[in-house]
């Protein structure tokens, strides 16, 4: 009996090993660590505050940070580690930016360990817009 126990453990912890293998160290290896959350650039030559909320479906707040951008400067934010593990969580996040609390513009995405939101303060190609957001994956 006592055989039969560890026998199964054993198959149990072969299985979760090829199971971190396959889901995640491999991708790691082939794409690289994880993409910042979200990555901001100020591309004016004025300082600028932006504000940052992300709320999940359920509309439950999971960050909300205040960010003073001089002119040229970047900031970025890692992602926590349920956003770090491949199909952890497949659901669709909302990226609120607000802009010297005069702009807003929201996004809707699907956070992954390679997607980015990308955020640019007036960026040349987006004439009339202090706000250009998209998404870079990798």
């Keep these: 009996m006592r055989s039969f126990r560890r026998k199964l453990m054993l ?24 993409t910042p959350l979200f990555h901001v650039r100020n591309h004016d030559t004025g300082v600028h505050e932006l504000r940052v909320e992300i709320y999940d479906l359920e509309n439950n707040s999971v960050l909300d940070k205040t ?8 900031v970025y ?14 659901v669709d996040y909302t990226f609120k930016f607000t802009l010297d609390n005069e702009f807003t513009e929201t ?32």
């Design 11 to 34: 198959g149990v912890s072969l299985l979760v090993l090829i199971f971190m293998l396959l889901f995640v160290v491999i991708p790691y290896l082939i794409a690289g660590p994880p």
């Design 67 to 74: 960010y003073e951008l001089s002119a040229g400067e970047e």
């Design 77 to 90: 934010h890692a992602k926590s580690f349920r956003f770090r593990v491949p199909g952890f969580e497949i």
């Design 107 to 138: 996004y809707q995405t699907n956070i992954q360990p390679w997607n980015t939101v990308e955020v640019e303060l007036y960026s040349e190609y987006a004439e009339g817009q202090p706000l250009s957001i998209g998404e870079i994956t990798v």
